[in-house]
């Protein structure tokens, strides 16, 4: 869909459909909803007296203009209160209005900006979240289905303005909407996608055409680079399946002045079967999303390169499948990391901090600093906090701070969780260093203090998805599947960590 921002009355353009709004409680809009009003002979006011229009949350009234207008269809978007309106409201708003509008079979929707006036958003965040919110809530996946959808994709979404000094900052907010939205719908894809389409060496091509649409440096590293590196543990879970491995490194540079790169880590588990410790055959198929962590530091880099700060971000990518082979991990075994640390594996399926520990040492050997990792890595995660927050755990209280910070901006809800010290007798192994997992008890925590052991000092956030990645049912801009959690906290974070 193409975003334009214009400027128009709205009362006359000549869309399918315009969208105006009404903040809960209203009597007598005024501004574009009123002129509306008055060209519909008072049909909103009289529906608000009618008590079918309420300005309620997510409330989309649907009035058709029998000519009176250009449009054949005025909808009316419910802002709730006035004191409580946010961005990220407005991308649910959106997200809303656009689908009800693509129901009806609309192709060319007209919508003013919302929020911007006595709502009290900047024009720019307000257009920057009006943009995010209708294309993400469009957003649906029908690759595989051959049959025509019922209702066709809305072709275009024009803002309308009548104050053309407006324009540019509805512009920069459009523009930006577009850039952050694309990258989230662009993982979205990934992560929808089978197992079969998926597979490490499918998301090696998506980073190859990543790198030349955005001109990141990308380099891919094969089983045998692998081994040279002494990827033991990445190796480890790679060994069950027949698809190779590979390990995906994505580089932007927007200030070569400074030796500093941020470090994004990604999950990039294209199918978690378990391994011979191998997961119940129920829900097995949303397993193909455990990628989820990998695409979004993919598509972060993307957008990254699109909006151009000024800072160095590089993303390492761990991409295998976790299959039970021949060949396979058998509990027991015992692996080495890269930085030498010896890992018993005493469940196959906790197999993400088992790529993750070569990945972050790798980032670490590289330099790179601070670090973000972002995964699907706990069932516990989901069970703790459902599919509202991520949880967020790391070695840096500030970092810590300015992720969630990055991520509240964003409309992504982090949550933190302890890491005490007394955590780490669970992850005690007889064996090896270290074992792979710390029993049933809080498993996000004792997974997060294994990754720990992979960092050193670098300064190390990380981001359990697992529970917010893939979801069951639509809310506002999330649809059901892939939602692409992280790739906006991760392009917050570059931005505000720009020169
Ligand atoms: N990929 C899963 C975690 C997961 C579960 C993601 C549900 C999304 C939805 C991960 O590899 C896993 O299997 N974790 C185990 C760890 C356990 C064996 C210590 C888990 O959470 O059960
Ligand atoms: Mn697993
Ligand atoms: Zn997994």
């Known amino acids: 869909m193409e975003v334009k921002v214009i400027t128009a009355d709205i009362t006359s353009v000549k869309a399918d459909a315009i969208v105006v709004n009404l903040f809960e409680g209203v009597e007598h809009p005024g501004g574009a909803t009123g002129a509306v009003d008055k060209a519909l002979d008072g049909a909103i006011t009289k529906l608000i007296e009618q008590g079918e229009i309420k300005g309620k949350l997510n409330e989309i009234s649907i009035i058709h203009s029998l000519g009176k207008i250009p449009a054949r269809i005025v909808a009316v978007a419910g802002l709730g209160k006035q004191s409580e309106l946010t961005p990220d409201r ?3 708003i959106a997200a809303e209005f656009c ?38 809530g469009l957003y649906r996946f029908q690759k595989h289905i051959t049959k025509e959808p019922e209702n066709q994709d809305i072709e275009e979404l024009l803002i309308v303005e009548r104050d053309a000094a407006k324009l540019p900052a509805l512009e920069q907010g459009c523009k930006k909407g577009r850039a952050i939205a694309e990258a989230t719908n662009w993982a979205r894809d990934l992560i929808n996608e089978p197992a079969n389409y998926m597979t490490p060496s499918d998301m090696a091509k998506m980073a190859e055409g990543l790198s030349k649409t955005h001109g990141l440096s990308l380099t891919i590293m094969d089983r045998e680079q692998m081994e040279k590196e002494g990827m033991g543990a990445l190796l480890g879970v790679a060994q069950g399946s027949r698809q190779p491995p590979k ?24 199918f978690d079967s378990g391994g011979i410790s191998i997961k119940p055959s129920e829900g097995m198929t949303e397993m193909k999303s455990d990628m989820a962590g990998a695409a979004s530091v993919m598509a972060a880099l993307g957008a990254i390169a699109r909006l151009k700060p000024k ?16 060949n396979a991990l058998k509990p027991g075994d015992i692996l080495k990391a890269v930085n030498g640390k ?27 600093s601070p670090l973000v990792d972002l995964a699907t890595l706990t069932g516990a995660c989901r069970i703790a906090l459902g599919d509202i927050n991520s949880g967020i755990l790391g070695n840096s209280h ?3 701070e300015r992720v969630i910070k990055a991520g509240a901006d964003a409309g992504e809800r982090l949550w933190q969780m ?41 300064p190390w956030v990380h981001i359990d998805i697992a529970g917010t990645s893939f979801r069951d049912k639509e809310r506002g801009y999330l649809v059901k599947g892939a939602t692409g959690v992280g790739v906006r906290t991760l392009i917050n974070l570059a931005l505000a960590s720009a020169r």
């Open 99 to 136: 689908r009800s509008l693509r129901r009806l079979n609309c192709r060319r929707i007209a919508t003013i900006i919302h929020g911007a006036g006595v709502g009290g958003i900047e024009p720019e965040a307000a257009s920057q979240a009006l943009t995010e919110g209708s294309l993400l």
């Open 342 to 368: 010896t890992i018993e594996v005493v469940n196959t399926d906790a197999e993400g901090r088992l790529i993750l520990a070569d990945a972050l040492s790798y980032a670490v050997k590289q330099g790179l």
């Open 247 to 270: 390990l995906i490194v994505l580089g932007y540079k927007g200030d070569k002045s400074s030796a500093n790169t941020l470090g994004f880590v990604g999950k990039g588990i294209t």
């Open 418 to 458: 302890p890491m005490h010290e007394e955590y780490k007798e669970l992850n005690k192994s007889d064996v090896a260093d270290i074992k792979n997992s710390g029993g049933r008890w809080a498993g996000t925590i004792t997974a997060a203090h294994f990754l720990a052991e992979f960092v050193g000092d670098t």
């Open 90 to 92: 407005i991308r649910g």
């Open 398 to 400: 500030e970092l810590i």
């Open 311 to 326: 800072v160095n971000v590089t993303a390492v990518v761990p991409a295998t499948e976790n299959l039970p082979g021949g």
